[in-house]
């Protein structure tokens, strides 16, 4: 089949588009409005875009919570979802009222930061401590803005479980990463193979 996603006629009863991008990392972000007040919500339009300097993001729909603290902050911090914290994380992604604690929802305690305000999951496997370097609302070939703001922050502290380091690297298989799928559908890291660059 072809369809063109503007014209949304793939004439399947679900959009297809975020099922064929996947398996996508979720990053569970976790910020504080400029009055203090916590707030967590998993992202699956969730990436890592370079390492020097080390840049992550997420894309909100529209400025919801997360989004708009962290354009209050300049903050925010990216906590990594992994299977044990299936759970939590759906239900930190209800849709509470500005200004109510996900983690307390989820069951879950805030840790501190070191270098940002904003709290990380208590016991997340690694968490990035990121400060925001541009948010952009995202537009289409004709210019106009979307209902999707792309915020982009530069690690600049990373905390990491020791239970998950072996041989100096991070152990991706006893981490167990969740990922999104399409639709309602996640995986979980269960398999991992290695594979050497050709050389020329």
Not at 136 to 141: E, M
Request: proline fraction near 8%.
């Amino acid at each position: 089949m072809f369809y063109e996603p503007r014209l949304r006629n793939h004439g399947l009863p679900h959009d297809p588009f975020k099922a064929l991008v996947a398996p996508r990392p979720i990053g569970w972000i976790s910020t504080v409005s400029a009055d203090g007040a916590p707030n967590l919500a998993p992202y699956s339009f969730f990436n890592a875009f370079s390492d020097r300097p080390a840049i992550v993001g997420f894309s909100s729909a529209g400025m919801k919570d997360s989004a708009a603290n962290a354009e209050e902050t300049g903050e925010f911090v990216c906590n990594i979802v992994i299977k044990a914290d299936v759970e939590a994380m759906n239900q930190s992604s209800a849709p509470y009222p500005r200004g109510v604690n996900e983690f307390e929802k989820a069951g879950l305690v805030m840790e501190p930061s070191r270098l940002v305000r904003p709290p990380r999951v208590k016991g997340a496997a690694a968490a990035l401590e990121c400060k925001v370097t541009s948010i952009q609302n995202l537009k289409g070939l004709d210019g106009q803005e979307g209902p999707y703001f792309l915020v982009l922050g530069e690690v600049v502290g990373v905390h990491i479980d020791d239970a998950f380091l072996r041989d100096g690297k991070v152990d991706s298989m006893a981490m167990n990463h969740l990922a999104r799928l399409g639709y309602m559908e996640y995986a979980a890291v269960e398999s991992v193979f290695s594979l050497e660059r050709p050389t020329v």
